[in-house]
């Protein structure tokens, strides 16, 4: 028994790959595969929102992936092939959109939020420094003082 | 009073952000084709590929593209309204069917019935990456000078049917907007 499971076994580690989606075919250009790779793991897959066009297997990213490589072996632009891009998808397509003013709040929002934070700390900071700060004796609580400790340890601090 | 009242103001407009936010379906993006001219495209007919179909030649009507596909889940529980809708006349529907394998989609028309004045073809998926499709069903009203004036991506249902498709549709036709 342990041995038919261990040929079950063998048989699928050897035929399993066989039985994936077949890779898709590389491009007689490394350079350029190195390019759409490095260009689609800045796309967003809009069927699986949380992958990148680079690593999702879905059919669309493929065919995304596809008319990409062909606008590069047609000699576009990056620039070129992501403003294609975004008239049909949108700006949702881009995992950093581009700063108009539809982003202002996305792209500048921390910075206002760590300004704010920023300030409010100094203020707290400030607020905490006026409270310890030394605040010297009148001469009234001095005398007070003197005398509940009696006459000698007020000479002896004087 | 204000150091109460201040972390209370921020996290009660943290909390509307996140309702919102949760609130929206994710799968709904925005499409900037709405009031951008429709793709053109010719594509061979699918019931009689020697025929072919341009988005050109539905020039001065109002008419709906509609992307379908034989193995698309929701496009079934789309289709009896699709039915229902072309009967009606309202607004002549245009298939594209996309990715599909042609036996599939002759068989799922006759099984299940055609709305469409046609459908074309389109094999490879480039006509619908023109029109920004990234889930079937997605549905398109085009208008008389062939611009694209709505589109729902996902199943259309009677509701936006009749409180957006249909009296857009109309409007269009009376050439009020």
């Known amino acids: 028994m342990p041995r038919l499971i261990g040929l079950v076994f063998l048989v699928l580690v050897v035929f399993g790959p066989a039985l994936g989606k077949d890779a898709q075919p590389l491009a007689n250009d490394p350079a350029l595969e190195k390019r759409l790779n490095n260009l689609s793991k800045e796309l967003r897959c809009l069927v699986c929102q949380n992958e990148t066009l680079a690593d999702s297997q879905a059919d669309l990213a493929e065919d995304l992936r596809r008319e990409i490589r062909e606008q590069m072996q047609a000699g576009k632009s990056d620039q070129e092939i992501i403003n294609f891009l975004t008239q049909r998808y949108g700006q949702f397509i881009l995992y950093r959109p581009q700063v108009t003013p539809t982003t202002y709040l996305l792209w500048f929002g921390p910075f206002v939020l760590l300004l704010a934070g920023l300030v409010i700390l100094f203020k707290y900071i400030k607020q905490r420094r006026d409270l310890i700060e030394e605040q010297p004796l009148t001469v009234d609580q001095r005398k007070m003082a003197e005398d509940l400790l009696g006459s000698d340890s007020g000479k002896e601090s004087a | ?169 109309q409007e269009l036709n009376r050439g009020t907007k």
């Open chain 2, 1 to 169: 009073m204000l150091r109460y009242l201040l972390p209370l103001g921020i996290f009660i407009v943290l909390v509307v952000f996140l309702a919102i936010g949760l609130g929206r379906d994710p799968h709904e993006v925005p499409s900037p084709l709405i009031n951008k001219a429709a793709p053109t495209f010719r594509l061979p007919q699918l019931k009689d590929p020697s025929k072919t179909f341009s988005a050109e030649e539905m020039r001065g009507k109002v008419w709906i593209l509609n992307v379908w596909a034989s193995w698309c889940i929701s496009c079934r529980d789309e289709h009896p309204l699709l039915i229902e809708y072309a009967k009606s006349g309202a607004v002549p529907i245009y298939g594209l069917n996309y990715k599909d394998q042609r036996d599939n989609a002759l068989q799922w028309l006759s099984e299940l019935g055609d709305p469409y004045v046609l459908s074309a073809a389109d094999e490879d998926g480039r006509v619908a990456i023109d029109y920004g499709v990234y889930g079937a069903p997605e549905t398109y009203l085009i208008d008389k000078n062939g611009t694209i004036r709505f589109k729902q991506v996902g199943a259309v249902t009677p509701d936006v049917w009749e409180k957006t498709i249909l009296p857009l549709a």
